[in-house]
């Protein structure tokens, strides 16, 4: 990539880990009387992009990825409100994407739209981005994405998607969703777990599924640096193990987004200290929510 900040994976470096000491907009005691952007955007350096939806429009207020390769952008996940017009996401992505190009011109420039998994809250949006030039919207439901990686015939494999001197490696991680998609990006050693492992409300479809994910990410994750664990949800306070209100549109005391590896280890013992017999608990970073 062109700038200051390259890495060489064959140099045996790998990426730097940055703060991510954000104030993310938390909605208000009135939603009518937000003022709050409706998309909140936050730059983690010059070619990976944070959002977050606006808790007034929608109380799940997502988290969506944009991350830039010398040939392409990827949007991991579109939010949870169709409308442009409450939701502009097609509007913000063009203008960060021509803000990019301005300082990185290329021509031929394309964005590819992938998701976490295909809950209402994740695809929303991506009817927006259906007439865009130069832009591929892979499906998020099973047969769609599992074909697009490769997950059908292989759902063990990693999968690997280039956006140009940047690489994604994707895993399937069932559990949350049949469908669910972990992203680890080389880049900045992200770790995106979308509905997987976040801090909040960890809801299970698939009780042994989930149990085999966390596995694999623990062990996908020792053998990779990974500076940040990022869902797409913040639900808890920071009281240990109490998480705000479902459908709640004001959380002013909300911890932080990221998570570590660490993180990973607590869930995979708390799934061990429930056993076969899985029930809502709190836990001081998280709640599991079997049977969801």
């Not at 730059?43 to 010398?70: K, W």
């Not at 990827?74 to 502009?88: M, N, R, Y």
């Not at 479902?246 to 998570?259: A, G, K, N």
């Amino acid at each position: 990539m062109e700038t200051d900040e390259h890495w060489d994976e064959s140099a045996g470096e790998g990426p730097r880990p940055r703060p991510l000491d954000v104030r993310w907009i938390h909605g208000s005691p009135s939603a009518k009387h937000n003022t709050d952007p409706d998309i909140q955007v936050h730059r983690y350096d010059e070619h990976t992009f944070i959002l977050r939806q606006n808790m007034a429009i929608n109380y799940e207020a997502p988290f969506l990825f944009l991350l830039f390769g010398r040939a392409r952008a990827v949007l991991i996940d579109t939010g949870a409100t169709a409308s442009a017009e409450f939701f502009p996401l097609r509007r913000t992505v063009d203008e960060l994407v021509a803000d990019w190009l301005a300082r990185h011109p290329r021509d031929g420039y394309r964005l590819l739209v992938l998701h976490t998994h295909p809950h209402g809250d994740h695809i929303a949006g991506d009817a927006q981005f259906s007439d865009r030039a130069a832009t591929t919207v892979v499906g998020a439901d099973l047969a769609s994405a599992w074909a697009y990686f490769g997950f059908d015939e292989d759902p063990d494999a990693v999968a690997e998607v280039d956006l140009g001197g940047r690489v994604l490696e994707c895993l399937a991680t069932p559990g949350h969703h049949e469908a669910a998609v972990t992203f680890y990006d080389r880049w900045t050693g992200f770790l995106l777990t979308g509905d997987t492992v976040y801090p909040g409300r960890l809801y299970i479809q698939d009780w042994a599924a989930f149990a085999r994910t966390i596995d694999r990410l623990i062990d996908f994750s020792a053998r990779r640096p990974v500076t940040h664990v990022l869902g797409c949800h913040i639900e808890m306070t920071r009281e240990p193990g109490v998480d705000y209100p479902i459908r709640t549109t004001y959380q002013p005391d909300e911890p932080p987004l990221q998570l570590t590896t660490r993180h990973l280890h607590d869930i995979r013992a708390a799934i061990t200290e429930m056993g076969d017999r899985p029930v809502r608990r709190a836990f001081r970073d998280f709640v599991l929510c079997p049977n969801a």
